[in-house]
Structure formats: structure tokens, C-alpha cells
């Protein structure tokens, strides 16, 4: 089975509903880019007329870690993911449609084949910023993703 950006919302049903009911959508994945939309909603507002900060975390962790599910896909192996640590920054309130971007696929394919190399666990640190409709930075996001082999 091939990820893609329709089965990835069809997972947040069943296994994320929380980020499905706050409007989180995967809109593209390709072998470079993950790219997440999520529109200021009631549902996701906060007291400050703005979109929670979580909400936005969900939507910047879907970008890496579909990224990461892809890669550990197409490599063949089996292999465990989870976040170690994450931190971010918040630039501008979150109104309207915000677009979240993680393009490291080529990093996350050095990462694994390092795995599958010296058969030791990795970490690699995946970024990605959340952009409004004019262009502005709302937020930035990352995630320190650990891969290792199953044995």
C-alpha cells in the first residue's frame, strides 16, 4: 500500500480523529515534501480569536512524521519511529488557512540508510513552518524523530 495524501486523512479518522475534527488535511506528499493544511475554525480557536497552538503542532508533526512513514516504507525494513523532543516558535497569530511545510525527505532517506548501516538507532531534527494565505511565517515547529531497526 502506497501512502498517499487521501489514505493519510482517512488514518487521522480512525487513528487522530482529534486532529481530523480540527480540519488538519494532508494536501501533498511527494519524495521531497509534506505539506498540511488547517483553517482558523471555532473548534480550533483559542481565547485570543486565533488557532491553538496545538492544533498547529498537529499539523506540523503530521508533515515529518508522514515523511518519516513514507521513507521507512519504501526502504523496505522494519523499523520504529517516535518523537524524542520538540519545540517551537510562534511569530504571528494563526488566522484563516495555515499551511505547514516539513521538506527534508532527502535528510530522512540519509538517516534511515544510516540505520540500516550500522543497525543503531538515529535521530534526526525535521522542521516545518506554518505559512498564512499572504505569505507570513506563523509559526515554526521542530521535531526530533528517533529511527531504529525492529530486531
Not at 494532508?26 to 492544533?55: E, G
Not at 498547529?56 to 523496505?76: D, F, H, R
Amino acid at each position: 500500500m502506497n501512502i498517499s495524501p487521501r489514505k493519510l486523512n482517512t488514518f487521522l479518522v480512525f487513528k487522530l480523529p482529534s486532529a481530523f475534527f480540527c480540519g488538519v488535511r494532508t494536501k501533498s506528499l511527494t519524495d521531497d515534501a509534506c505539506v498540511v493544511s488547517v483553517k482558523h475554525r471555532w473548534i480550533n480557536q483559542n481565547p485570543f480569536n486565533s488557532m491553538f497552538w496545538a492544533v498547529q503542532g498537529m499539523a506540523a508533526e503530521l508533515t515529518t512524521g508522514a515523511l518519516v512513514m513514507t521513507k521507512i516504507k519504501s526502504s523496505g525494513q522494519k523499523m520504529s519511529m517516535l518523537v524524542t523532543s520538540n519545540n517551537a516558535t510562534y511569530t504571528k497569530k494563526a488566522t484563516g488557512r495555515i499551511q505547514f511545510t516539513c521538506n527534508q525527505g532527502k535528510a530522512i532517506d540519509a538517516t534511515i540508510a544510516k540505520a540500516i548501516e550500522t543497525g543503531e538507532g538515529q535521530t534526526i531534527l525535521l522542521n516545518s513552518k506554518g505559512i498564512n494565505k499572504n505569505g507570513d511565517q506563523v509559526s515554526e515547529f521542530n521535531f526530533e524523530w528517533s529511527i531504529k531497526l525492529k530486531s
